[in-house]
């Protein structure tokens, strides 16, 4: 039976379907009854979840978070639709269609990924071209680039989304970089392919995406440019030389990346090269923002609700 995903549940239906459930609570009502409250999740969205005539031992049986199987039914509670709960139970995860879940990149992942290789390939500088290596070779952290988000919310929060934005980013600059002699194209490539690395750390996604313990307490921001180090100092003690000015270039455009110091970077781009990987990056995360802020929202009207991360309602009407 397919899926029914939350954002298509409407008031008045019975619900018997598999969701994630998140942050369940008991609590009681003024009355003294015990009932559970949570949220209800897939790929589209969540819902706030009721069980009344709850008991601590349904609530021990309750994944945190987790998959459960959900027989109830919707209804509107104060204009919001929320779902009361009959029957939860628990379900193995290896039971769940993962994609319901979790969205993924609509494009094929192993192609941008051969075509990201072919693209750095074309740095020259030997020590640039060994730091990249130094990543392509480490297969552990390949798997996590290229199935690992963009980002939790605003841009590219998909499986495969950090691959797709690093993959548009050096497609962008490839395209570009004729125009701009001046500007090195190595440290601009190695730039992009490294820029964002540290999200296949900062962020988790068994269940949902979330940001891990390291994430939350450093960004990707640092912890891009502490793998950087962590590989350096392995391709020192095999032998390989490093230039410092080559090494502080190549983790000024990481750490300027954001472009402002509100946005996280402790610098602000000081290189042609750093406004141009700050630019294409800002360039990627708002058309994909924009992108996908214009498909969530189905219907006629031709304006998008507000939308806080850009300041403004999008236009969505096209020319004919
Ligand atoms: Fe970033
Ligand atoms: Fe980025």
């Known amino acids: ?40 999740c897939d790929r589209s969205g969540q819902i706030n979840g009721r069980m009344w005539q709850a008991t601590e031992i349904i609530y021990k049986s309750i994944p945190k978070p987790g998959f459960v199987h959900i027989q109830g039914r919707s209804e509107l509670y104060q204009n919001n639709l929320q779902v009361i709960v009959n029957k939860i139970t ?22 941008m990924f051969e075509e990201v290789k072919q693209i750095i390939s074309q740095i020259k500088n030997p020590q640039l071209k060994a730091i990249v290596d130094s990543f392509l070779n480490d297969e552990e952290r390949m798997e996590k680039f290229i199935s690992s988000p963009g980002g ?54 068994d269940l949902s995406f979330s940001y ?32 410092q000015q080559i090494i502080d270039s190549l983790e000024h455009i990481i750490v300027s990346h954001h472009g402002q110091y509100e946005y996280g970077s402790p610098k602000l781009p000081a290189m042609t090269e750093a406004f141009m990987v700050c630019f294409i990056d800002d360039l990627d995360a708002k058309i ?19 939308k806080n991360a ?8 096209r020319l004919e």
């Open 288 to 306: 994909n923002m924009v992108e996908s802020a214009i498909a969530e929202e189905d219907g006629d009207e031709n304006w998008t609700a507000w």
């Open 310 to 317: 850009l300041q403004t309602r999008l236009y969505k009407k």
């Open 212 to 243: 891990t313990n390291q994430g939350q307490l450093l960004g990707h921001i640092v912890q891009s440019v502490l793998m950087i180090n962590d590989k350096i100092s392995l391709l020192k003690s095999g032998g390989t030389d490093f230039d």
């Open 1 to 40: 039976m397919a899926h029914k995903f939350i954002n298509k549940v409407e008031a008045g239906e019975t619900i018997n379907d598999i969701y994630l459930v998140k942050d369940p609570i008991l609590r009681s009502t003024t009355r003294g009854d015990l009932y559970i409250a949570m949220f209800l």
């Open 90 to 111: 628990q379900i193995d995860s290896s039971k769940v269609n993962i994609d319901d879940f979790l969205p993924k990149t609509k494009k094929n992942v192993e192609k």
């Open 152 to 205: 939790m919310k605003l841009h590219h929060s998909c499986i495969g989304g950090l691959l797709e934005h690093v993959h548009n980013m050096l497609c962008v600059a490839n395209a570009i970089l004729p125009m701009y002699p001046n500007v090195q194209p190595d440290l601009v490539l190695a730039g992009i392919f490294l820029h964002d690395m540290g999200k296949t750390e900062e962020l988790s996604y």
